[in-house]
């Protein structure tokens, strides 16, 4: 049981060490992973597109 308490203290000390990001760095940082996101997707849609017509054209 003290090993559980011991463990349940130590938990409870670590958290109060974190630092948590401010809402804008939360903000900018969504807005920056949807767009290179979107930037992927458009990527792998325009080497799609080509591969399918080049596989369409030779076969």
């Known amino acids: 049981m003290k090993k559980i308490l011991d463990y349940i203290k130590s938990v409870r000390s670590e958290w109060f060490k974190i630092v948590w990001p401010s809402r804008d760095t939360v903000v900018r940082a969504?807005?920056?992973?949807?767009?290179?996101?979107?930037?992927?997707?458009?990527?792998?849609?325009?080497?799609?597109?080509?591969?399918?017509?080049?596989?369409?054209?030779?076969?």
């Open 30 to 59: 969504t807005i920056m992973i949807l767009i290179f996101s979107g930037l992927a997707a458009l990527f792998f849609f325009v080497v799609d597109s080509l591969l399918n017509a080049l596989v369409g054209w030779i076969f």
